[in-house]
Each structure stands twice: as structure tokens, then as C-alpha cells.
């Protein structure tokens, strides 16, 4: 179990911090950031940094690589740890708009929207993925995990 610091103003960044801290190991805080943007701020990220030029609901920029499932190690992330010594995992940008349009869509909650999508960019940092079916199945168990610590389910 690990503490995760977030900085997010739009969340319960500590609340949400705990909801996390199973999902990974460390000797150190893990720190991330998440931040909002408008359709035309994803659009250009997206177009930059992953040469698709569309509006998506999030986007994950991970400081590490290869460390899903790993305990995270101070001493061999170094260059990756902040000036009060956290791991940082990376950032996260949430499109706004879109977190509107996808509650609406599928019948819940902003709020429980843009937790989902928060998880969702948090567990990219953290290496999982869902590029294949197994992939996918895990990443959503542990997404629906966090959700269920905040109890932000399903409705």
C-alpha cells in the first residue's frame, strides 16, 4: 500500500489519494497531476503528443515506463522523484466537456465521470493499458475497485 499525493483542484485529491493507494507499492509518496482542460486544450495535446488530431476524454503522460505490478523503489527512480521526494507518476488531462457528454451517455453523475476517467489516467501512469481483451479486463477491475472505495459505483 502506498500514499498518493494528487494535486487536482476539481477533486477530493486526499479522499482520492486512499481510493488509490492499493494500487501500488512503494518506499515513497507517489505523486501525480491531474488537470482539466476544454475540447480545443485535449484536441492539441492529442495532436502533439500522439499525432491524432481529435478531441478524447483523457490522456495519460507517464514518467515512467515498465513498472506495472513492480514495487516502486526511491532509490531506482531518482530522477523521477520530486523535490520532497515523491515518486512522480506522471499527468493527467481530463476534457471537461466530454466528462459532461459521457455521464450524460451512460445514465450517471459527472462526478462519477470524471473520477472514472481520473482512475482511468492514473492506472495508464502506473503502466496498465488496454490494448488487448486480458488487458482490458484487468485495467477495468481495477478501475471499478477504486470507484467502489470511493463509492462512486454504478448506478
Given amino acids: 500500500m502506498s500514499r498518493f499525493v494528487i494535486d487536482c483542484e476539481e477533486l ?60 516502486l523503489s526511491a532509490a531506482e527512480h531518482p530522477f523521477e522523484r520530486d523535490e520532497e521526494g515523491r515518486l512522480f507518476l506522471g499527468s493527467v488531462a481530463i476534457c471537461t466537456s466530454r466528462a459532461e457528454e459521457q455521464a450524460k451517455e451512460y445514465g450517471h453523475s459527472y462526478e462519477r465521470e470524471l473520477y472514472y476517467l481520473a482512475v482511468h489516467g492514473i492506472l495508464h501512469c502506473l503502466g496498465y493499458d488496454h490494448e488487448t481483451k486480458e488487458e482490458k479486463e484487468e485495467m477495468r477491475a481495477r478501475e471499478e475497485e477504486v470507484m467502489r472505495r470511493l463509492n462512486l459505483v454504478r448506478e
Fill in 12 to 71: 477530493r485529491a486526499e479522499e482520492f489519494g486512499s481510493a488509490l493507494s492499493e494500487l501500488a507499492e512503494s518506499d515513497c509518496d507517489l505523486f501525480a497531476e491531474i488537470s482539466m482542460a476544454d475540447e480545443e486544450q485535449i484536441r492539441e495535446l492529442n495532436r502533439t503528443y500522439r499525432n491524432c488530431d481529435r478531441v478524447t476524454d483523457v490522456l495519460s503522460f507517464p514518467s515512467m515506463d515498465g513498472i506495472k505490478g513492480k514495487f
